[in-house]
């Protein structure tokens, strides 16, 4: 594909003051994009409304395994029906449940200049999260995630303004034992990043540890950091149609603490759930849902957000497919149903390719438009995700970032301006028939802020390409993200805070972390 050993174009300025590090690229600045276009709703009003009811008779009729005591007890205290660990609820229930919960909230790291809003039409993006493998072009080859990887990508998340929120494990670090992973990781989001961080719901000490790490990173007393969410957790449901026992755990806890809490139920058509896009969303939807409920119960208005990961499988060989059109509009009509109950919605950025070729853009792309086309708010697994979430890759994340860039350019209302000064009659009537645009004042004054400039993309011919060395995209996407890392400078912290914090990572890993099985 491209000719090792020649590096491809990366220069420019810095292009955002909120960047540190030295100028590799020229970027666009931080800030928050507002869809402005109105949603693609491919169903009707009876189409909406049968999803929902399709949802209400399944949390009525026949109930979600609810696998933790204390969530049972909560329901039952609340009317549910219950027996052994099936929850029934009446939809009138659910109803009154959903409708207090916000339509709309903040997150504020230890930085507020990067704040984001969920909702409010807002899209926010994530960087990948979870994945237990990492591939570059330098090995070329499926490896086993380690803490410096891990770290390269929190690197590049804090780099880019493009992505707004530093979501789960960029890629696994397997070489830290998991008792205490989740404090070096953690450890190594808040001091090499200054966005909003997520926590695992995977067992009560790592909640309780990463909240008291973001609460010390913010420099916050208990009551200020209660008094808003700070941080934020997604919880799955173990589809078909189960809550387990830690998620449910830790979802309780951010809860009470008036943390974010984003529920995303995994439903593959075809093997979790049922092979039609609409029951696939019914179902997703029931059990998001009662999740969203349970919050509610615990804590009127708590910051919820319903998640979707409805895709298909491959009938063929059984493993699951992403940004497909089955996947885009299972996003778009649960974008629908999301606005009907007035939640915020997350979706995400997904492709099942093994390496970031074509396959992977243009299935990447597909998801990442299916979520500005679906009323998106908050965009998992934005940048970085290949082979259905199994690996991370560097090259893949810059790759991402194009698009995300596009995204946030396609936005921009100054491109469907109208004032008399965008119609441009004066430079059109100079013109007249006669010669070019390009010498006139009119063009003269704009031309650098015109157009979306990228900073991946190569627009020149294929002779000046091929002169240059016939650098393809990986390859260029590759050398940036090296120069990236070795000119990468850490957001300030204070020096008292980053003892703090280290000294409270170093005790709990003097009493041993979180239990495991292993």
């Not at 909560?74 to 219950?82: L, S, Y």
């Not at 919960?101 to 999260?129: K, L, M, Q």
């Not at 093994?354 to 934005?382: C, F, K, R």
Request: net charge negative; aromatic share 8%.
């Amino acid at each position: 594909m491209a000719r090792a050993g020649r590096k491809g174009r990366g220069g420019g300025r810095a292009g955002a003051a909120e960047r540190r590090g030295a100028a590799v690229i020229e970027q666009m600045p931080w800030s928050i994009p507002k869809n402005i276009d109105r949603p693609i709703e491919p169903l009707n009003e009876e189409g909406v409304l049968a999803i929902h009811e399709g949802a209400m008779r399944i949390l009525e009729e026949i109930g979600i395994e609810i696998l933790n005591a204390e969530a049972l007890e909560v329901f039952r205290e609340a009317g549910a029906t219950i027996k052994d660990t099936n929850v029934r609820v009446g939809r009138d229930w659910i109803m009154e449940m959903i409708g207090k919960a916000p339509s709309s909230f903040t997150i504020t790291p230890r930085n507020p200049e990067r704040e984001i809003t969920i909702g409010d039409n807002n899209i926010v993006f994530g960087n990948v999260s979870s994945p237990p493998s990492y591939w570059t072009m330098e090995t070329g080859r499926k490896m086993t995630g380690t803490r410096e990887m891990c770290k390269d990508f929190i690197k590049l998340s804090q780099y880019f303004n493009c992505i707004h929120f530093c979501g789960g494990y960029p890629v696994e670090p397997q070489d830290v034992h998991a008792s205490i992973r989740h404090l070096d990781v953690v450890f190594d989001k808040l001091t090499l990043t200054d966005k909003v961080v997520h926590t695992y719901c995977l067992g009560k000490e790592r909640v309780e540890d990463n909240m008291e790490m973001v609460r010390i990173a913010g420099g916050l007393t208990h009551e200020e950091f209660e008094a808003k969410p700070r941080m934020y957790s997604n919880i799955n449901s173990t589809s078909p149609l189960k809550h387990d026992e830690p998620m449910l755990d830790g979802w309780m806890r951010l809860a009470r603490r008036n943390q974010g809490l984003v529920v995303t139920p995994f439903t593959l058509a075809g093997a979790m759930a049922p092979v039609t896009m609409a029951g696939a969303v019914a179902q997703s939807l029931a059990e998001g849902l009662i999740a969203v409920a349970l919050a509610q119960y615990i804590r009127p208005g708590a910051s919820c957000v319903i998640g979707t990961f409805t895709s298909n499988v491959d009938m063929k060989s059984g493993a699951p497919a992403f940004g497909t059109p089955e996947y885009m509009r299972a996003t778009q009509m649960t974008g629908q149903l999301a606005r009907f109950y007035g939640l915020p919605m997350r979706s995400s950025g997904v492709c099942a390719a093994n390496v970031p070729d074509g396959q992977a853009i243009w299935e990447t792309s597909n998801s990442l438009w299916s979520a500005v086309h679906s009323g998106t708010n908050m965009v998992y697994h934005a940048a970085g995700w290949l082979e259905g979430g199994l690996i991370a890759s560097p090259e893949k994340f810059v790759m991402d970032c194009e698009i995300l860039q596009h995204i946030q350019r396609y936005m921009d209302p100054k491109i469907t301006a109208t004032t008399p000064d965008d119609i441009a009659l004066d430079a059109i009537a100079e013109v007249g028939g006669q010669g070019h645009f390009f010498g006139l004042q009119h063009t003269q004054d704009r031309y650098e802020t015109a157009f979306y400039q990228p900073f991946l993309s190569d627009w020149r011919n294929f002779e000046a390409w091929d002169a240059a060395g016939a650098v393809w995209t990986p390859e260029r996407a590759h050398h940036m993200y090296k120069e990236i890392i070795a000119s990468f400078e850490a957001p300030p912290m204070d020096e008292a805070i980053r003892e703090e914090l280290a000294a409270f990572v170093a005790r709990r890993k003097d009493e041993g972390g979180a239990p495991t099985d292993f």
